[in-house]
T-cell receptor, first 114, second 109 residues
Framework: DVKVTQSSRYLVKRTGEKVFLECVQD?????MFWYRQDPGLGLRLIYF???????EKGDIPEGYSVSREKKERFSLILESASTNQTSMYLC?????????????FGDGTRLSIL | AQRVTQPEKLLSVFKGAPVELKCNYS??????LFWYVQYSRQRLQLLLR??SRESIKGFTADLNKGETSFHLKKPFAQEEDSAMYYC???????????FGKGTLLTVNP
């Protein structure tokens, strides 16, 4: 069974801090994704990566960056946290291949910026 | 551009009643469509995908290209079906999923 692990379930940080959210998957998946989930807005893609050191912007990349130095790990970085980045952050991974390859999600990190 | 619309934020039914969660999409090519579900305090997980034409937990969804819809249906709702449901679309070779805003289903006893 695919395991996507996010390092923290809950995180509280202060405005202006640099924040790191970590995600690890154990199934050798090529693709990894970061979303934020907000009530009434659904899931919005922040960044994704289809290979080591490769990244592409999603729909709402402003204020975020990512790092993928190893295949199993995908980090989301809030360069200077702001209160409007308080949200639930979801990491996901998927395999590259033919057909409908689903994304597998982690438990999420609920981030509060004070 | 691809877009997914779930017109109902909230849907409430009684146990044993039929339920239909609506999903409409906008995409110029041939889409791949999914339904994801998130039960209370659990991770988001795949419920079903259109290409499999499967029934999972009594739910089915048929892709209607003419109406650009992928509605999720179950003939007899159960209390354990209460959850947030998201419809998602993957277009072409792009790995991205575009999600709808979700429908919160409540099944009352």
């Amino acid at each position: 069974d695919v395991k996507v692990t996010q390092s923290s379930r809950y995180l509280v940080k202060r405005t202006g801090e640099k924040v790191f959210l970590e995600c690890v998957q154990d199934m050798d998946h090529e693709n990894m994704f970061w979303y934020r989930q907000d009530p009434g807005l659904g899931l919005r893609l922040i960044y994704f990566s289809y290979d080591v050191k490769m990244k592409e912007k999603g729909d709402i990349p402003e204020g975020y960056s990512v790092s993928r130095e190893k295949k199993e790990r995908f980090s989301l970085i809030l360069e200077s946290a702001s209160t409007n980045q308080t949200s639930m952050y979801l990491c996901a991974s998927s395999v590259t291949g033919q057909g409908n390859q689903p994304q597998h999600f982690g438990d999420g990190t609920r981030l509060s910026i004070l | 551009a691809q877009r997914v619309t779930q017109p109902e934020k909230l849907l409430s039914v009684f146990k044993g009643a039929p339920v239909e969660l609506k999903c409409n999409y906008s995409y110029s090519g041939s889409p791949e469509l999914f339904w994801y579900v998130q039960y209370s305090r659990q991770r988001l997980q795949l419920l079903l995908r259109h290409i499999s034409r499967e029934s999972i937990k009594g739910f089915t969804a048929d892709l209607n290209k003419g109406e650009t819809s992928f509605h999720l249906k179950k003939p007899f709702a159960q209390e354990e079906d209460s959850a947030m449901y998201y419809c998602a679309l993957k277009g072409g070779s792009n790995y991205k999923l575009t999600f709808g805003k979700g429908t919160l289903l409540t099944v009352n006893p």
